[in-house]
């Protein structure tokens, strides 16, 4: 199978996609470019809008508004087998009166291929999805795992393009999912097509993604690739979405070159814009990663570059690697301290007891919208 590199061409332009059923608007406006030969993640929370997107890139629906390109051509109103893509859907929908081969030689038969022909690339194909040993079993035979990969190789041997991928892994255990995630990833480096997929599991998306966008209530949040979206997500529903993070609500009451201050009521915050025009009015949120908060020990004196909040210890969540210190603030609202598990930290607090949080000020975001 040839193989493609990541590039500057767009493999995925759409302008302006929308998608209506009735008076509900499933997708609203959305403007995406994905490169070819890149692994795009789309995610996002369930009824979002993500499975709507990769149909329409498909050609299974029709748009309501915009425009579709693949490769440069427009395919807005072209149906599925006029387009250079592939579906792999959420269920495996194997054949079950078929074997491995014959299910992943289907396609090629219905092109009416060469039977020599359809031999040579399944056998390829088969080999490349490490089945090779059961070509002649039967699907009820197979783990979930190994019909995953069937339904891979059943769409991979067409040769399309683009691999568009519909919560492909939603139907595994937890472990096996991690497995596949890691084989996603190289099988789609080896054949190198762009490979656009759907989930809305976090470590899922950021396993596997070169780039990756968030959509929710039929638009595109935020795109980028997975440490930005995690580590400096710009729009509030990002940070609330990856990750675990603490939010703070209120309203900027002073802007002084670089930095905002926000007013939590209870508290102030000096937060640096990092290029968004804030304005003195505008109500704001600010963020704090969890596993970067931590609680100062009894008399420790806090660095200058750090923040302060006092709180009320209430309890440890214990994750097995790490440990969640729940506690409350002033407003009785939530903050979480995600470290490393470790006894002295969990026994060293009881509810109700007086604390002090800490976390370096450069790591806070700003959130306008």
């Excluded at 762009?194 to 950021?206: K, L, P, R």
């Excluded at 600010?286 to 200058?304: F, M, N, Y």
């Excluded at 440990?323 to 407003?331: E, F, K, M, Y």
Aim: aromatic share 6%; hydrophobic share 40%; with cysteine.
């Amino acid at each position: 199978m040839s193989t493609m590199k990541q590039s500057n061409e767009a493999a995925v332009q759409v302008t302006g996609l929308s998608k209506n059923y009735g008076s509900v608007q499933a997708l609203r406006g959305v403007n995406l470019s994905i490169g070819a030969g890149e692994y795009f993640v789309l995610l996002g929370p369930s009824g979002g809008g993500k499975t709507t997107l990769l149909r329409l890139l498909g050609g299974f629906i029709r748009p309501s508004g915009g425009q579709i390109l693949l490769h440069g051509r427009d395919v807005s109103e072209q149906p599925p087998n006029h387009r250079p893509t592939s579906m792999v859907f959420q269920s495996f929908a194997l054949f079950p009166h078929m074997t491995v081969a014959q299910n992943v030689g289907y396609g090629l038969r219905l092109r009416k291929m060469p039977k020599r022909e359809i031999s040579e690339r399944v056998d390829a194909m088969l080999e490349q999805i490490g089945l090779a040993a059961l070509a002649e079993r039967m699907p009820h035979a197979l783990s979930g795992g190994q019909q995953q990969r069937v339904q891979l190789g059943r769409s991979l041997v067409l040769e399309a393009d683009i691999l568009l991928l519909d919560e492909p892994l939603a139907a595994l255990d937890a472990k096996l999912r991690k497995e596949m995630c890691l084989e996603l990833k190289h099988l789609q480096e080896q054949v190198g097509i762009t490979f656009v997929h759907v989930t809305h599991n976090q470590e899922e998306a950021m396993t596997v993604a070169d780039n990756l966008a968030i959509i929710a209530d039929g638009e595109l949040v935020e795109t980028g690739d997975a440490r930005t979206l995690y580590e400096n997500p710009i729009r509030r529903f990002t940070a609330d979405f990856i990750g675990e993070n603490n939010m703070f609500h209120g309203r900027v009451v002073e802007v002084n070159g670089p930095l905002a201050e926000v007013d939590l009521d209870f508290a102030k915050l000096a937060v640096d814009t990092r290029g968004q025009a804030a304005k003195v009015g505008d109500r704001a949120a600010v963020s704090i990663r969890s596993e970067l908060v931590w609680i100062l020990s009894p008399g420790e004196e806090p660095a200058d570059a750090l923040q302060t909040m006092p709180a009320t210890y209430g309890e440890a969540v214990y994750l097995g690697l790490a440990t969640s210190h729940v506690s409350r603030l002033a407003n009785g609202d939530t903050i979480v301290a995600r470290q490393i598990s470790r006894d002295e930290i969990s026994n060293a607090f009881s509810a109700g007891t007086g604390i002090t949080l800490a976390w370096p000020r450069r790591e806070m975001r700003l959130h306008l919208s």
